[in-house]
């Protein structure tokens, strides 16, 4: 009976020990992973708020030298409707660009969900194969490395 106890225990510290080496390889890479997906964020921040900032200085310029050009050949608010629909659409292009990079950065909420339901199925495939060795087993590492 006294064997069957330690051989309980030492199980339950293996297992103890295989958990804090998964939440320590956890944190490092949830940390590198939520790193890459922030600086992808932040590059989409940045096309957002160049395409602010040269809109601004660009619209007011372009806009009034392209409605004096156009007015020297028909009404002077035909060349305001022509100018500020191509400006529109210029807008819409970078916003559309915008867009795409937004698109391609991971939320943190997924990226911390993914990590944590790979890692319950690791532990539950440790806890399955250690019911399937018997007491006594030594514990064995994940063979993919990415804990």
Do not use: N
Request: charged fraction near 15%; glycine fraction near 10%.
């Amino acid at each position: 009976m006294r064997l069957a106890s330690a051989a309980w225990l030492t199980e339950l510290r293996g297992l103890g020990r295989a958990f804090v080496h998964v939440l320590e390889a956890e944190w490092s890479a949830l940390s590198a992973e939520l790193g890459a997906s922030g600086r992808t964020f932040l590059r989409a921040l940045a096309l957002f708020a160049m395409a602010i900032v040269i809109l601004g200085w660009v619209a007011g310029l372009l806009s009034l030298a392209a409605v004096f050009l156009l007015s020297l050949y028909m009404p002077t608010w035909v060349s305001v409707l022509i100018v500020a629909g191509a400006l529109a659409l210029l807008a819409v292009l970078l916003i559309l660009r915008g867009r795409v990079a937004m698109a391609r950065a991971q939320p943190p909420a997924e990226i911390v969900k993914r990590r944590v339901d790979g890692h319950v199925a690791w532990l539950q495939s440790q806890v399955g194969a250690a019911g399937e060795r018997g007491p006594g087993a030594t514990h064995r590492e994940p063979d993919d490395g990415a804990v």
